[in-house]
Every structure is written in structure tokens, then in C-alpha cells.
């Protein structure tokens, strides 16, 4: 009884309690971030049909996007634990992979100005940049909290406890290109009218030399 009561006294004086509270948040940010790029990945099929009967043309966008997603549900990550440094890597390569082939949907749909009409597409532009942005929010959180962890069990007397309680670094995203992840991406269509080509104004004459 003695023992374990000097215990938890050493625990708590030592910053036991402080590492589980900021393992907890490193879950649950790890957990939201997961989750939104979920919500990412479920949009895709819904944009993929919305745009088919439309973009008849670009076969090769469509399929890019369609195995990226593929390639994203094929990584497996559970919302429960965080990822080994590798599976986050293979991770994040997938996500990158799909956002990079959302980016080319995007720039070609800007040559259909029908699809830009549909209510449909609309819609579904808006949850997916609602989403990129809850993405970026989700990622820089859980960057932040990973570091908080990882620079706790490392100072001392922290890093004593951690040792013996087995509390170890926890990978986290590469910060490389961090301005990029933070960046709320434009993700938005120009939905003005634009004037038919046959209606461009003429051109004015020269000035006489």
C-alpha cells in the first residue's frame, strides 16, 4: 500500500499526469484528422458521377482520380492508434496522390461551363473545399500536439517517466511543406457569366501613323 502510494507520488511529481493528458490530445487530434480526410475521400465518387455526363473528354482525369481513391482506401489506419512513422509516410503519399488528381478535376472543369451550372456540382464544390479547409485545421492540430508530446517525454525529469511507463516519439507529418498544408486551398469555381466568344467586343483600329 506504502509502495504504491509513493508511487503515484513519484508519477505525479515527475509529469505522468502531463504526459497523458497530451497522449490524449495527440489521439484525438489524430482521430479528427483521420475522420476529415474521410469525409474527403467519400466525396469523390459523388464528384466522379457528378461530372461523367459532362466531362466526356477527360477520361484520363477521371480515371486518375478514381485510383487515387482507390489507392487511399487501400491504406490501412485505424482512428484507435497512431500510425507508425512508415504508415503515416504511405499515408500521407496517398492523400497527396488524391489531392493532386482533385487539383487537375478542378483546373480542367473549368472548361465546362454546364458542369459549373450544375446545382449538383455546386454543392459538392462546396462540401468538398469545406472540407480541405476542416483538413488543413485537423492536420495543423495534430502536428502541433504530436510536438508538444514529443518535446515533453523528452526534457527532464519527463523523459525518466516515460521510460518507465514505455511512452515513446510519435511520428508526425512532414513539416516540409507546412505553409502548403496550412493554406486554406482555393478550391472554388467562377460561377459568373462569362460572354459568349461570338459577343467579344471588336478590336479598335491602330492609330494612323
Excluded: H
Aim: hydrophobic share 40%.
Amino acid at each position: 500500500m506504502i509502495c504504491a502510494l509513493m508511487m503515484a507520488v513519484f508519477l505525479s511529481g515527475c509529469g505522468y499526469n502531463q504526459i497523458q493528458t497530451l497522449d490524449e490530445q495527440v489521439k484525438a487530434a489524430w482521430s479528427e484528422t483521420l475522420n476529415q480526410y474521410q469525409r474527403r475521400a467519400d466525396l469523390v465518387p459523388k464528384i466522379v458521377a457528378s461530372v461523367n455526363a459532362y466531362m466526356v473528354n477527360e477520361r484520363e482525369v477521371l480515371t486518375q482520380v478514381t485510383e487515387a481513391r482507390s489507392k487511399v482506401g487501400s491504406v490501412q489506419i485505424s482512428a484507435d492508434t497512431i500510425p507508425s512513422q512508415e504508415q503515416l509516410q504511405q499515408f500521407q503519399a496517398a492523400q497527396n496522390q488524391l489531392g493532386s488528381a482533385l487539383s487537375r478535376l478542378i483546373a480542367v472543369s473549368e472548361n465546362y461551363p454546364q458542369l459549373k451550372a450544375d446545382a449538383l456540382f455546386r454543392d459538392l464544390n462546396a462540401q468538398l473545399e469545406g472540407t480541405e479547409n476542416r483538413i488543413a485545421t485537423a492536420r495543423g492540430r495534430y502536428i502541433k500536439d504530436v510536438q508538444a508530446y514529443n518535446t515533453l517525454i523528452r526534457q527532464f525529469p519527463t523523459l525518466i517517466t516515460a521510460k518507465i511507463m514505455g511512452y515513446q516519439v510519435k511520428p508526425n507529418f512532414g513539416t516540409d511543406n507546412q505553409d502548403e498544408i496550412m493554406r486554406n486551398p482555393d478550391v472554388k469555381f467562377d460561377t459568373g457569366a462569362r460572354a459568349p466568344a461570338g459577343n467579344a467586343a471588336p478590336a479598335q483600329p491602330a492609330p494612323a501613323q
